[in-house]
């Protein structure tokens, strides 16, 4: 009985984590077909703005002027106001605009400190 049991609550685990991953690819096809309407298009373009704020924030401020307190306060206010361009323009994408946005507070932040 307890074998029998292992063995279907194994196989419960095994179906969804299969509907888990179908869900995903599902959800993917529709953002390419539809646009961003999905939850997990917001993370994509989350991670697109942090990566660029990184690259940048290395290249700008490679002596590590600036706190990591003060680095926090940057990004959420870069990261807002991005994504809200993002949001109004309907797009997932970073275009050369948000990098230069980007670009520019992060310069300005670091020549407070010098």
Known sequence: DRDRDRRDRDRDRRGRDRDRRNRDHRDQDRHRREGCDAPECDEHMMSRIEEAFNDELFK???????????????????????????????????????????????VAKVREYR
């Open 60 to 106: 700008c401020d490679a002596q590590r002027t600036l706190s990591q307190y003060d680095v926090g306060v940057l990004a959420n206010d870069i990261f807002g106001t991005v994504r809200g361009v993002m949001g109004d323009d309907n797009r997932t994408v970073l275009d050369e605009n948000d990098r230069d946005f980007i670009r520019r507070r992060i």
